[in-house]
C-alpha cells in the first residue's frame, strides 16, 4: 500500500459504538445557571456532553460520555457545591 494511502484508511476506521448516559433530576431553574453548570461540568468532566432540559417538570441534566463510565457523585457533589440538588434519575 502507497505511503500516501494510509491516512484515508485510518479516517475511514468506524468509531467505537458505546454510549454511556446518565440522567438527573435537578432543581436548576434559570437558564443562566444552567449554562454556568454546564461550564463547570465540562471544565471538570472534559470527556462528558451535558445539557440541561429545564422546561421538563425535573429541570433533567443529561450527561453522555463515549465508551467511558459517568461518576453520579462527582457530577452530584459539583452541584451541590454550586449550591443546587441533583440525583440520578432511575431507569
Do not use: W
Not at 421538563?56 to 453522555?64: H, K
Amino acid at each position: 500500500m502507497p505511503r500516501n494511502s494510509i491516512l484515508p484508511y485510518v479516517q475511514s476506521q468506524p468509531q467505537p459504538a458505546c454510549v454511556m448516559v446518565e440522567v438527573f433530576r435537578t432543581n436548576v431553574k434559570a437558564r443562566r445557571h444552567a449554562r454556568l453548570l454546564l461550564a463547570r461540568i465540562h471544565e471538570n468532566f472534559r470527556n462528558y456532553r451535558a445539557n440541561f432540559d429545564l422546561e421538563d417538570c425535573d429541570q433533567i441534566l443529561r450527561v453522555e460520555s463515549q465508551c467511558e463510565h459517568i461518576h453520579p457523585n462527582g457530577l452530584i457533589q459539583l452541584l451541590q457545591e454550586a449550591g443546587f440538588q441533583a440525583e440520578v434519575l432511575p431507569d
